[in-house]
């Protein structure tokens, strides 16, 4: 190790900054919305007031003194003369402070680590100044996993870590205790911002007794590209022990999964319900019972055409924690890489994200109703019933030259686009050859899609 990092609790340090451009901006930032008291000196002018935060203390347009460095914890010097920042330094250093002139290692006590700041929890990446942009991407790398909520779960630990302590007495087990807390639906929930229901859960777990509990999240894997997962899909994937997945969710997405997690496939084809959703409901309940950390993955966003909806209903009647992550939904998708905007001030006041599908015996979709100009329809699961959809559309009064598209596996390497016009969707769909997924466009702004052909060519 070449470098130790320290941490220095910020509840009343005084912390000093010298100087207005951007190095010292950066430096501010950092310290603004922390207990920490902050002084600000512009020996080289006033500060741009666009870029200066809003919550930044006024500075003082000269050079500290002795005594404006007195009581100070760190003191930043982001100065152009650097013989100004040397003296600074000195007078800084008689004062008791640890010194930081930046990107100036030899007149540092101290390098800035990069940061990642979770409040309580804070993560520091250091180089040593040799890498300052390659801490940074570790940082970046690092950031990408940590939950946005995980100081509430570092509170709810400090909260309760005297309960635990009497309760626990053995070191062993209680080391045992806080790993089972940390990696179970108690954090999950504190992470969230339940804290009351993450307060009863690490309670419960603390009666030894209670069986394990694991935790469901319903994740929206989009489209199938996997730039296209969120954040949080990306790290509740990296975090699963179980995963139940869908056809639609392709292997590319899959990959990105924790390496020894174990799989379930539970795919439908229309028609051929390979696994009834009653049982992939049952299968969730029981690999959560059974204290997994089970992630039921869907193609697009679970809420959209996915039921994603029953499924939280029955977790939910299991008593089993459950969260629901989003995901881009195929139209999105679709809609960005065809080149299609859903809405435009000249062309769409509104879109309808519609099936043509229904249930048997279900209701189907009001079609005369979705028959108005400016108004784009992405129909979901279209393709089967192509000219009859289109039909309707007309016979409710939509003009059969109204633009329409057809986006195959949208958001994928082999996403194809056709566009035409209402009165031909029917015979380009069957012209088309379809093999993979496909939303249907209707509306003035699918014929925007022609101008962005190049694009999802080129992607291909
Ligand atoms: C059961 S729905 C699921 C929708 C999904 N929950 C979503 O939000 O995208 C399946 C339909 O979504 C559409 N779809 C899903 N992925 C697609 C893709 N990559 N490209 C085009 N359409 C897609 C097709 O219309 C397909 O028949």
Redesign the pocket.
């Known amino acids: 190790m070449r470098v130790f990092l320290a941490s220095i609790p910020l509840e009343a340090a005084k912390i000093v900054i010298v100087g207005a451009g951007e190095p010292a901006l950066a430096k501010l930032r950092l310290f603004l919305n922390t207990p920490a008291e902050v002084a600000w000196f512009a020996p080289d002018g006033a500060p741009d007031r666009i870029e200066t935060p809003l919550t930044a203390p006024t500075p003082l347009l000269r050079a500290p003194e002795a005594e404006d460095l007195a009581g100070a914890r760190l003191v930043f010097i982001a100065l152009g003369d650097l013989d100004q920042a040397r003296r600074i330094g000195v007078l800084a250093r008689a004062a008791g402070a640890q010194v930081n002139v930046v990107d100036q290692p030899a007149l540092s006590d101290f390098q800035t680590p990069a940061l990642i700041d979770r409040d309580e929890v804070v993560v520091g990446v250091a180089t040593g100044g040799s890498a300052p942009i390659l801490a940074r991407d570790i940082r970046t790398a690092i950031e990408g996993v940590l939950p946005a909520g995980l100081a509430h779960v570092a509170r709810l630990a400090r909260e309760l870590r005297d309960t635990v302590k009497a309760s626990t007495p053995d070191f062993m087990a209680r080391r045992r205790f806080w790993e089972k807390a940390f990696r179970g639906p108690a954090a999950t929930l504190a992470a969230e911002g339940r804290t009351a229901e993450a307060r009863r859960e690490m309670l419960r777990l603390l009666n030894l007794a209670a069986p394990e509990q694991g935790v469901v999240h319903i994740v929206?894997a989009?489209?199938?590209?996997p730039e296209l997962l969120t954040l949080k899909a990306l790290r509740v994937l990296q975090d699963a022990d179980v995963i139940i997945h869908?056809r639609?969710v392709p292997e590319a997405v899959l990959e990105r999964a924790r390496r020894d997690a174990k799989r379930l496939y539970v795919g439908?084809a229309?028609g051929d319900h390979s696994v009834p959703q009653d049982q992939i409901e049952a299968l969730m309940i029981a690999e959560a019972r059974a204290g997994h950390r089970v992630v039921r993955l869907?193609?697009?966003?679970?809420?959209?055409?996915?039921?994603?909806g029953e499924e939280l209903e029955a977790m939910r009647a299991a008593g089993v924690p459950v969260f629901v992550v989003p995901?881009?939904?195929?139209?999105?998708?679709?809609a960005a890489s065809a080149g299609i905007p859903l809405t435009h001030r000249d062309h769409a006041q509104a879109v309808t994200?519609v099936?043509a599908?229904a249930k048997p015996g279900g209701v189907e979709a009001d079609w005369s109703r979705l028959a108005g100009p400016n108004h784009t329809l992405a129909?979901?699961?279209?393709?089967d019933r192509a000219e009859e959809t289109a039909a309707r559309l007309m016979a409710a009064g939509r003009s059969g030259a109204t633009p329409a598209a057809v986006?195959?596996?949208?958001?994928?390497p082999d996403?194809r686009v056709l566009t035409g016009r209402l009165n031909e969707l029917g015979a380009m769909v069957r012209g088309a050859n379809l093999t993979?997924?496909?939303?249907?466009f209707v509306g003035e702004t699918a014929a925007f899609s022609a101008t962005q052909a190049h694009l999802s060519e080129a992607a291909a």
Do not use: S
């Not at 989009?222 to 590209?225: A, F, K, L, V």
């Open positions: 929206g989009g489209p199938g590209d869908d639609l439908k229309r869907k193609g697009g966003d679970p809420f959209v055409f996915g039921r994603g995901g881009v939904t195929a139209a999105l998708a679709c994200f099936t599908q129909i979901y699961m279209g393709t986006v195959e596996n949208g958001g994928r996403e993979g997924p496909a939303l249907l």
